[in-house]
């Protein structure tokens, strides 16, 4: 699990964005170090294009915390650069893929479901790795 404390935020702007409530943890194996984003920082849950099927890339409620850990580092460009914070997100969607997939294998699903949590887990971690790619520097340059 590469989250090390628990995801506690509270939800605003009808729902398109929130802020931390206590100190997120993340754990990386590619950096092998902890990655703090503190109480207080705010997040828009991920810019993902209403024209994306919803099924294809992760949004939502279960992938709260990785975009807010994406967008700390989008903020506090002290110690990664843009192309490293873009990894993180994807070893963080990949991790939680993972996490859910696991559990469908042990608690049963439907076949749609099933495939819908492999594609989740398998490749919608790169795909979104490539958006932020293709379009994460426009806030890359604004975010401070």
Do not use: C
């Amino acid at each position: 699990m590469p989250f090390l404390t628990d995801f506690n935020d509270n939800p605003n702007d009808n729902g398109r964005g929130g802020v931390l409530e206590s100190d997120l943890v993340f754990y990386s194996t590619r950096f092998k170090e902890s990655i703090t984003a503190p109480k207080g920082t705010r997040s828009n849950y991920g810019n993902v294009p209403w024209w994306v099927p919803k099924w294809l890339l992760p949004r939502g409620a279960q992938y709260r915390a990785e975009f807010f850990f994406h967008d700390f580092l989008y903020r506090n460009k002290t110690k990664y650069t843009r192309a490293q914070a873009d990894l993180l997100l994807r070893d963080a969607l990949a991790e939680k893929g993972e996490i859910i997939t696991e559990l469908s294998k042990l608690y049963g699903d439907s076949f749609v479901t099933r495939l819908q949590k492999k594609i989740s887990g398998k490749i919608a971690p790169w795909i979104a790795w490539a958006g932020v790619r293709a379009g994460g520097w426009a806030v890359w340059q604004t975010e401070t």
